[in-house]
């Protein structure tokens, strides 16, 4: 196995027009990894740090670098990710900031990928992976922290639960998105779109249900296979310490459960992710008691990509399901960790995009070399079809 060179870092541009860390990697061997860190607005409170980018880069120049060149092996990205931790010395990577780690640690993957001349799935899952491909939730129409003046609820989502292949799934997809930006403007409803790409139009959550739920029927009925809703309500966002606020509705703890129930009942949801406050284990526990049999209830805010907060979730009964953001915790290692750590519990994993992205398709590996059952990365847009199309690729070719 071949020992890391160099680590480069240099800021570029992420899918919003804010500066991004972006590290390069190079092998003794000549392997080489390039991978960019993406960034959230709905951030959890329990998140690692993401650091300003020039911060983030000079602390990684003079920390990183150093302690990866010339004496860890790419191959070894257990090694590596624990070197990253090692040189930040916190908890929460404030002081090398998530973003110069996550980067790096994608990086580091790729450039091992290179040096063994296999696809990056195949080295972070092994010989046996590609087989399984996840269904992708697709960001059809949204507001919450992506967009301003339109839906409350952050995320409507086309979840493609019966498509035959990951690629017709795609296509669905991305045709629901159509068919909702038709419907919109069949309603006179100019919409542009929200940092995810999806259609942000101002309207009121209960228009947008009527809208995704005729969209996704169509289209269905179209590719021949079922079409569900998910949502991301990024409800974190919305309590104010007493009160859920969406819109003009203000709901108790009690009422929001009572309210997301009864959603999942009208709207046959294949997902609700983050309907609760992200310190409101109890209140999660609840939904998942009266829902989970049927629905997919999944932490983002709650679990954080962090494995003691997944297994206070498991041990209290919290969720069935946890969103997997690299960045929320730094590494690849550990968020692998939390995915391993979901699925001997049942728990589903679904590998997420943020809403500020870059043409990095890391996460499409990620996906596959887990066997993950889910990935959310958006329906249209550049930075959101770098990660589809990378999936059909791999599907191909697997
Ligand atoms: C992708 C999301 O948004 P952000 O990246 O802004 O946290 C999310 O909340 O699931
Ligand atoms: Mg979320």
Redesign the pocket.
């Known amino acids: 196995m071949t020992r890391i060179e160099a680590v480069r870092f240099r800021p570029i541009l992420d899918s919003r027009g804010n500066k991004t860390v972006e590290a390069e990697v190079s092998t003794e061997s000549g392997g080489f990894g390039r991978a960019a860190a993406?960034?959230?607005?709905?951030?959890?409170e329990y998140e690692a740090i993401e650091l300003p980018v020039d911060e983030a880069i000079a602390a990684a120049r003079e920390r990183i670098a150093p302690r990866l060149e010339g004496r860890e092996f790419a191959g070894d990205q257990r090694s590596v990710d624990s070197a990253l931790r090692a040189a930040d010395g916190t908890e929460d990577f404030s002081e090398v900031g998530a973003n110069s780690a996550v980067a790096v640690s994608m990086a580091v993957a790729k450039a091992a990928a290179d040096v063994l001349g296999a696809p990056l799935y195949q080295h972070l899952g092994g010989a046996f992976r590609g087989r399984n491909f996840p269904v992708p939730l697709g960001?059809v129409v949204g507001g919450?922290?992506?967009a301003a003046d339109a839906t409350a609820i952050?995320?409507f989502l086309a979840a493609p639960v019966g498509a035959p292949s990951v690629r017709q799934a795609v296509f669905a997809n991305a045709a629901v998105h159509e068919r909702v930006g038709d419907l919109l403007e069949e309603r006179g409803e100019a919409a542009a779109k929200g940092?995810?790409g999806a259609w942000a139009p101002s309207i009121d959550d209960a228009t947008a249900f009527e809208i995704v739920d005729e969209a996704t029927s169509d289209v269905a009925e179209e590719f021949g296979f079922e079409i569900r809703i998910g949502l991301?309500l990024?409800a974190a966002e919305r309590y104010d310490g007493d009160e859920y606020v969406f819109g003009d509705e203000h709901r108790s703890t009690a009422e929001q459960v009572d309210y997301v129930a009864d959603l999942v009942d009208e709207y046959d949801l294949a997902y609700v992710?983050?309907p609760l406050d992200e310190d409101d284990f109890e209140a999660f526990a609840e939904l998942t008691e009266r829902v989970g049999d049927r629905t997919l209830v999944c932490g983002?805010?709650l679990f954080v990509t962090n494995t003691e907060r997944l297994q206070r979730g498991i041990d209290e009964g919290a969720a069935n399901s946890i969103?997997v953001?690299p960045n929320q915790i730094g590494t690849l290692s550990e968020a692998f960790d939390a995915i391993e750590l979901a699925s001997r519990n049942g728990y589903d994993a679904v590998v997420?995009?943020?809403?500020?992205e870059t043409e990095d398709a890391t996460i499409a590996h990620l996906a596959v070399a887990t066997d993950a059952p889910f990935i959310?990365t958006g329906a249209v847009g550049g930075e959101r079809t770098a990660k589809l199309n990378e999936l059909i690729r791999i599907a191909d070719e697997a």
């Open positions: 993406p960034s959230g607005a709905s951030t959890g960001n919450g922290e992506h952050q995320e940092d995810e991301d990024a992710e983050d983002d805010d969103l953001k997420s995009h943020r809403s500020g959310k």
